[in-house]
């Protein structure tokens, strides 16, 4: 499986993307070192070496961007730039990296970014409580602190990492609650019981339903809070019976934004004689709607609840950051706070508007920002490819070609997303691969037939298995693919029975890297016995697809969906 940029064609030039042109392969091919069959066939002369040279040298150019713009609410998928949105998997191990969380999504308790940053903002706002309530009560009122529940007392993480896999589950969540499930959120016992002291009066607020207050009432209890009742904690109707929308509660439609519940509710308890200092929440859409004089956001990428804001209020401090910087590899966690952190609720918004697709996780076939971004990319890449081809037949070089299978030539998006929710599920992928399931990537069957009629042989190469190949090359062919052949189809040992690793590849540990395996086998087709081919260009959607050379030139598709190092 692979992830790709989107590349910019610009004459004569290797760019970030690295990208085919119309020259750059014909003249590679007729530069004196390559000039005849002989050389290219060489398996160690000087023409293939320095080939090599050059090819490989291209890899400090094949790297991840790190800076992204993206709006909160998915808007920014509608340009056509893959490589522009967070990619998903780099988030999320980024987001782990952040709550210093094990391999199987449970958060470390005693020390990570997360628990310091939070310190750091409750130990601030705990020396300013004197102020607030001094300010406070200059109103004549009674100095009130109002808090939200999940992740601003209560503490998720696990639920949504270990439990959700960061896919939001009502049914799932309600057994928590009910279970009394959640540790508080780091130092937030010790600020509630400081305002407290202070003299606050504290309120909660909360998302969650009436059918839920008695459980997290007792929840906040059991994990040390003393100041929240049944009476001072406000929780959502359901509908139900008794549970209905309050009088208090004026809302534009049927159904209450969160922004509307919130605000009026604050308004409803500043009407019983508070004034609300400080309203603390980890959503916007806690904050946001006034009937507060402070607020304080607490960091948390792991969700992300919008609301539109009340008609008329304009908070533009009450907004999610825009621009973020991240590594690929999640180690942007330990430095970049919870704000830099591209929430993933919102890279998921943005990946989907990207590609078009609709609520269940289905990709639009006809037309969206990625099928665009593709369009250009093979439009512009299928005249210079046809032609070097054409030119390097006739050079007697064996032109080849290579691509991998995952979002190169076959298209996982609905697999990815409707059928696994971001989630990599190696059995599912297996149904998928078997039932031959995958649709074409958009505008490669055009591209890689004309490559193959103008003279390139088609090399495959993926990582899926052995097991995965007759199935893999059969749906290939499904959907309209005309040149890939068994022979030069390669996919990766199974470890079992004849399925072994090839004696042309050797790892510097027991498991193979994909970078291995790939550019290993690359220079395995250069040779006599793997064909004696000249790759002129490398196809692939993740950045492991395209280094360590081996080809002269790689090209890089975009895929935000997945990552893999």
């Known amino acids: ?140 009122k009674k100095p009130a602190i109002v808090l939200d529940a999940d992740d601003t007392t209560l503490w998720t993480y696990d639920m949504e990492d270990n439990a959700m896999h960061f896919n939001f589950d009502p049914v799932l969540q309600d057994v928590w609650v009910q279970g009394q499930k959640f540790p508080a959120t780091p130092g937030m016992v010790q600020f509630v019981a400081a305002a407290q002291k202070a003299g606050f009066a504290i309120f909660g607020l909360t998302g969650r339903n009436d059918d839920q207050k008695v459980a997290t009432v007792a929840n906040l209890g059991k994990v040390g809070y003393t100041a929240f009742n049944t009476d001072n904690f406000f929780t959502k109707w359901t509908g139900k019976g008794d549970s209905q929308q309050p009088s208090y509660i004026t809302c534009a439609t049927a159904k209450c934004t969160t922004v509307e519940y919130k605000a009026g509710t604050r308004k409803h308890i500043e009407s019983l004689g508070y004034d609300i200092a400080l309203n603390v929440g980890d959503q916007w859409s806690d904050l946001q709607g006034g009937y507060a004089d402070h607020t304080l956001k607490l960091p948390n990428p792991t969700y992300y609840l919008p609301s539109p804001n009340l008609a008329g209020v304009e908070e533009p401090k009450l907004a999610p950051r825009t621009r973020f910087t991240m590594k690929p590899d999640g180690s942007s966690g330990k430095t970049v706070g919870g704000e830099g952190i591209p929430n993933i609720d919102s890279v998921k918004s943005t990946i989907r508007t990207y590609y078009g697709a609709d609520a269940t996780g289905i990709a639009n076939k006809t037309s969206s920002p990625y099928i665009t971004e593709l369009g250009r990319l093979t439009g512009a890449i299928t005249p210079a490819l046809r032609a070097s081809c054409a030119v390097a037949s006739r050079l007697g070089v064996k032109p080849a070609i290579v691509l991998d299978a995952d979002d190169t030539t076959l298209w996982t998006y609905d697999m990815e997303d409707n059928a696994m929710h971001f989630n990599f599920d190696p059995v599912l992928q297996d149904a998928w691969v078997q039932g031959q399931k995958f649709p074409a990537t958009p505008g490669m069957v055009a591209l890689v037939n004309a490559a193959q009629k103008s003279g390139c042989t088609l090399i495959g190469l993926t990582g899926r298995n052995d097991d995965q190949k007759a199935a893999t090359i059969g749906n290939l062919a499904k959907v309209g693919y005309t040149g890939f052949t068994n022979p030069n189809y390669y996919t990766k040992w199974t470890g079992k029975g004849d399925s072994q690793q090839p004696s042309y590849i050797t790892c510097a540990a027991a498991k193979c890297t994909t970078i291995e395996y790939k550019s290993q086998t690359r220079a395995h087709v250069q040779t006599k016995a793997g064909g004696g081919y000249t790759i002129l260009a490398n196809f692939g959607d993740q950045f492991s697809d395209l280094k360590g050379g081996h080809a002269i030139v790689p090209i890089k598709l975009p895929n935000p969906t997945y990552y893999l190092p």
């Open 1 to 140: 499986m692979n992830t790709r940029s989107p590349s910019r064609v610009r004459r004569g030039t290797l760019a970030a993307g690295v990208i085919l042109t119309a020259v750059a392969v014909p003249a590679a091919l007729t530069m004196p070192a390559y000039a005849g069959p002989q050389a290219a066939h060489d398996d160690h002369g000087t023409s293939r070496a320095a080939l090599t040279r050059a090819a490989s040298g291209t890899d400090r150019l094949l790297e991840p961007r790190s800076r992204f713009t993206m709006a909160a609410d998915g808007s920014s998928g509608t340009r056509p730039d893959g490589a522009g949105v967070p990619n998903i998997d780099s988030v999320k191990s980024t987001i782990r990296t952040y709550y210093a969380a094990d391999a199987t999504g449970i958060a470390d308790k005693t020390t990570s970014p997360y628990i310091s940053e939070l310190g750091g903002v409750l130990g601030k706002q705990a020396t300013q409580l004197k102020g607030l309530y001094n300010q406070a009560k200059r109103s004549g």
